[in-house]
């Protein structure tokens, strides 16, 4: 389970083998081995033996900001795997193998899009005929992305112009299908200028933070990234990466407001925008938690949403330093002892 520190003021310390979270006079215990990650969301106070057995049981602590933006995160200092991995994300940067790694990525978030809008076309039949022209535009991304050849730096320009145009294409559908309240212009990022941006911005942040893990448990460079251009601190692989998991977020928030499940009090002014109050907050997580815990079919194999991240954070490893193969044993091991973690 995911350990949610959302109370303000709240105290979290070491039990005997449990996590204690006490406020004021409230207090409850969660042993270490059913968790596999903590979230603090807002002004809490934890102890350094609470930390260490946090570190010692492989469960890394995040902090999250008011915009669900991960702004720190406490893990073991062990690298992932073997550092061969870190030099094939940079030896391959300039090369084709580069782009087509890129490529993959952007292919795959436009068919997850796809597949997500047939999805909620074919529980409203009347919204089939609007849905269809918005998957088409998104398909059409798909199609000129595959024809992209060269390096990421010759096409990068063009790779971020057809998710540009692949995006509006995406949530002006997905707008069309909120009730009349909820729809929204776009995107809006720090702060949210409406109520379904401010729950996916949120969603985000907290699936941000997952696949960081994966890529450090991987032993990917987070750093390192492809479509994503280096900066001085900027996790650009995990921004890479990102896209392709982002629909698991989508659907949960989507439901969220078609199933009428949204109250006024999930949400706070803030300047210039919108944001989420610590109801909001707690209803958000809820979803997204019980959305990460479906099983799904993974390459072959049940899994659930959760683990996919971690999954397929080894296959990229693996396929950097062994092209043309799938998840190779030894990775399949390492997956399987981050889930039971």
């Not at 991995?85 to 782009?99: A, K, N, P």
């Not at 401010?198 to 994966?214: D, H, I, P, Q, R």
């Not at 032993?219 to 479509?227: A, I, M, R």
């Not at 990460?292 to 397929?312: A, D, F, H, Q």
Request: hydrophobic share 40%; net charge neutral.
């Amino acid at each position: 389970m995911q350990l949610v520190i959302n109370t303000y003021g709240s105290y979290l310390r070491k039990s005997g083998d449990c996590f204690l979270v006490k406020k004021d006079e409230k207090s409850f215990e969660v042993a270490a081995g059913k968790i596999n990650s903590i979230l603090i969301t807002t002004a809490a106070y934890i102890t350094t033996d609470a930390i260490k057995m946090a570190v010692d049981n492989n469960i890394d602590i995040v902090f999250l900001d008011a915009h669900g933006d991960p702004y720190g995160r406490v893990w073991h200092p062990k690298l992932g795997s073997t550092t061969l991995i870190r030099r094939r994300q940079l030896e391959i940067y300039d090369g084709t193998e580069g782009l087509n790694l890129a490529k993959e990525w952007g292919i795959k978030k436009f068919e997850n899009q796809m597949a997500l809008l047939n999805r909620l076309k074919k529980a409203r039949p009347e919204k089939g005929g609007g849905l269809d022209g918005y998957i088409q535009e998104i398909e059409r991304s798909r199609d000129d992305m595959k024809q992209l050849r060269g390096t990421i730096d010759f096409r990068r320009q063009e790779m971020l112009g057809l998710e540009g145009m692949a995006s509006r294409a995406y949530f002006g559908a997905i707008s069309s299908i909120m009730p009349e309240r909820y729809r929204f212009p776009g995107r809006s990022r720090s702060p949210a200028k409406d109520e379904f941006n401010a729950m996916l911005n949120y969603g985000y942040g907290v699936l941000y933070s997952l696949v960081e893990k994966g890529c450090i448990i991987a032993g990917l460079d987070p750093y390192v990234g492809f479509l994503h251009t280096d900066s001085y601190n900027k996790k650009s692989l995990v921004f890479d990466i990102i896209e392709i998991f982002r629909t698991y977020i989508d659907e949960a928030v989507v439901h969220l407001f078609t199933r009428r499940m949204i109250k006024d009090e999930f949400f706070e002014p803030l300047e210039q925008g919108v944001g989420l109050s610590k109801e909001g907050k707690a209803a958000l997580i809820e979803a997204v938690n019980g959305a990460l815990e479906e099983p799904i079919s993974y390459r072959g194999r049940n899994v659930k949403v959760r683990n996919t991240i971690t999954m397929e954070c080894h296959r990229i490893a693996n396929s950097l330093i062994r092209p043309g193969t799938e998840l190779a044993e030894d990775f399949d091991v390492n997956v399987l002892d981050a889930e039971e973690e």
